[in-house]
C-alpha cells in the first residue's frame, strides 16, 4: 500500500475512518442546516454566534475532566456512549423541526447538549486513534483524519445548500441522525484482540491535576501546546477576517465569503494530505510551519486583489494543516500511554478555547482599521510566537557550562579521587606480581575511605591466581 495511506492496512483503522467520512458529513450538513434554520425562525449574527457558543462552552467547561475519563474507561466504550448520544441529539432536533414544534430557545439546548456530547467524546477519539495503529504510523492516521475531516468540511456544506432546497432541513438532520450508525458499527465490527489499550488508570483523587503537572513538566509536551494556544487565539480567526474582507474589501457577497472558506478548505485538505506521507514530525517541521503560516496569513492580508488574496489562501491552508497535524501527533507521541486522554484533552482546550479568547481582539481591529490589519496582525503575532519557541528549544539544547571555579569541597573531592585511582592501580600492580588479582566491585569514589584485609582497597577482593590456595 501507498505510504500516504499505510493506516489504511490496518483493519480497525479503516473501519473508523470510513465511519467517520459518512458522520463527518452527516455533521457539516447538519451544522449548516442549524445555521439556516436559526435565521428561518428570526434570529441574527447574535443568534448564531450564541449557537456557536454552546457548543464550544462546554469543551471549556468539562473538557479536561473528559481527559481523565478517556484515561480510565474503555475508550471503545466511552466512543460507543458519545456516539449514540450524538445520534439522538440529531434526531430530536429531525423530529421538532419536521413537527414544525421547534423553537430558538430548543434550538440553543440542543446545541448545548451537542457540545457537551463533544466535549468527552473529543478526547477520548484522539486518544483512541494510537490504539488502533500504534506509534509508528500513529502520525500517518492523524493526518488521514485531517484528509477526511477536511473533505467533508468541502463536500458537507455544498450537499446541505441543495438538500435543504429540495427535501427541508428536518430531512438533512434526519440524514445525519443516521449518519452515526456507521461509525456504531464500524465500532461494533471492530477486532477487539487487534486492539492495543491502554491500561486504565484507577480512580484516584487529583488525576486532573496530576495531568496538568505532567505537561508543564515536560517541553515537548508543554512548548507544543502553547504555540497551539498562540496560533489559535490570533491566527486561526478566518470566520470573522474572510467574512470582513469578502463584504467589505472586495464589494463581494456570500457567494464570495463560500468561495474563499472553500479555497482556505482545499489547502488545508492539500497540507494534510502531505502530512500523511510524512513519517514522524519533528520539532523543526512543527515551528517552521507554524512561521509559515504567520508569514503567509500577514502576507494575504496585502494582496491588492480577490484573485491574487483566494490564490494565496492555498499554501496558508496547507501550512495550518501541516502545523496542527504536527502538533497533533508530536503531542501524542510525547504523552504517555496512561496519561494520553488527560493530554489530549488539554491540547483540545488549548486548540479550541483560545480562538474564542483571541476573536474579539482580531474582529475589533478588523471593524476599527479594516480586515486587511487583522489579518497581518494575527499572521505577524503567529511568527512572532514561533520564533520565541524556537528560540527557548534552541536554548534549552544548548550544553550548559559553569563559569564558576570549583568550590574548596569539589577540589578535596577531586583530589581524594585521584589519590584512591593511583594506590587501586599500585595495589593490582603488586598483587599481579605475587599472583594475586583484584577484583574491585566498589564505586572508585568510595576507595579512597578505607582498605581492606587483603591491602586492596574497601570494595575490592583478592582472588588467588597460579600456585596461590584457595581456602576450603
Request: glycine share 12%; with cysteine; aromatic share 6%.
Amino acid at each position: 500500500m501507498s505510504p500516504t495511506l499505510r493506516s489504511l492496512s490496518v483493519r480497525n483503522y479503516r473501519l473508523f475512518a470510513a465511519g467517520q467520512l459518512v458522520s463527518l458529513m452527516g455533521t457539516w450538513m447538519q451544522l449548516t442546516a442549524q445555521d439556516w434554520l436559526v435565521l428561518q425562525l428570526g434570529g441574527g449574527g447574535l443568534a448564531l454566534g450564541g449557537v456557536l457558543a454552546l457548543q464550544f462552552l462546554p469543551v471549556l467547561l468539562f473538557g479536561l475532566y473528559a481527559g481523565v475519563l478517556a484515561d480510565r474507561y474503555d475508550k471503545r466504550r466511552v466512543l460507543l456512549a458519545t456516539q449514540t448520544s450524538a445520534g439522538l441529539v440529531a434526531l430530536t432536533l429531525a423530529i421538532l423541526t419536521a413537527t414544525g414544534v421547534v423553537t430558538l430557545p430548543l434550538v440553543y439546548v440542543l446545541a448545548g447538549l451537542l457540545g457537551v456530547v463533544q466535549a468527552f467524546d473529543t478526547p477520548t477519539r484522539q486518544a483512541f486513534i494510537v490504539e488502533m495503529v500504534g506509534r509508528d504510523d500513529l502520525p500517518n492516521a492523524v493526518a488521514l483524519n485531517s484528509v477526511t475531516f477536511n473533505s467533508a468540511r468541502i463536500a458537507g456544506p455544498a450537499l446541505a445548500g441543495v438538500l435543504i432546497s429540495v427535501i427541508g432541513s428536518a430531512a438533512v438532520f434526519g440524514a445525519n441522525a443516521a449518519s452515526y450508525l456507521a461509525v456504531l458499527a464500524a465500532l461494533l465490527a471492530m477486532h477487539r484482540d487487534e486492539l492495543r489499550p491502554a491500561r486504565p488508570v484507577r480512580r484516584a483523587r487529583g488525576q486532573l491535576r496530576e495531568g496538568l503537572r505532567y505537561v508543564v513538566s515536560r517541553r515537548e509536551l508543554l512548548l507544543p501546546i502553547v504555540l497551539v494556544g498562540f496560533v489559535g487565539a490570533l491566527g486561526l480567526n478566518f470566520s470573522v477576517t474572510l467574512a470582513l474582507a469578502a463584504r467589505y474589501e472586495f464589494g463581494g457577497s456570500a457567494a464570495t465569503y463560500g468561495t474563499l472558506v472553500a479555497t482556505l478548505a482545499l489547502g488545508s485538505l492539500i497540507g494534510a494530505v502531505l502530512a500523511a506521507r510524512r513519517a514522524r514530525p519533528t520539532m523543526r517541521l512543527l515551528v517552521g510551519a507554524a512561521f509559515a503560516f504567520g508569514l503567509l496569513e500577514a502576507t494575504t492580508g496585502v494582496m491588492p486583489t480577490l484573485g491574487s488574496f483566494a490564490v494565496l489562501l492555498v499554501p496558508t491552508g496547507a501550512a495550518i494543516l501541516t502545523f496542527t497535524t504536527a502538533a497533533n501527533a508530536s503531542v501524542q507521541m510525547a504523552a504517555g500511554e496512561q496519561m494520553r486522554g488527560r493530554v489530549m484533552a488539554l491540547y483540545i482546550l488549548v486548540f479550541l478555547g483560545t480562538t474564542p479568547l483571541g476573536a474579539p481582539l482580531i474582529g475589533w481591529l478588523s471593524g476599527s482599521f479594516g480586515p486587511r490589519v487583522g489579518l497581518i496582525v494575527g499572521g505577524l503575532g503567529s511568527a512572532v510566537a514561533a520564533a520565541v519557541i524556537a528560540w527557548l528549544l534552541r536554548r534549552a539544547s544548548r550544553p550548559q557550562i559553569s563559569t564558576q571555579p570549583p568550590d574548596a569541597s569539589d577540589s578535596a573531592a577531586a583530589s581524594r579521587a585521584r589519590h584512591a585511582s593511583r594506590r587501586s592501580r599500585a595495589v593490582a600492580a603488586s598483587g599481579s606480581a605475587s599472583g594475586v588479582a583484584t577484583r574491585c566491585t566498589a564505586p572508585r569514589a568510595a576507595l579512597a575511605r578505607a582498605s581492606g584485609p587483603s591491602g586492596a582497597p574497601a570494595g575490592c577482593s583478592a582472588t588467588g591466581t597460579g600456585s596461590t590456595p584457595r581456602s576450603s
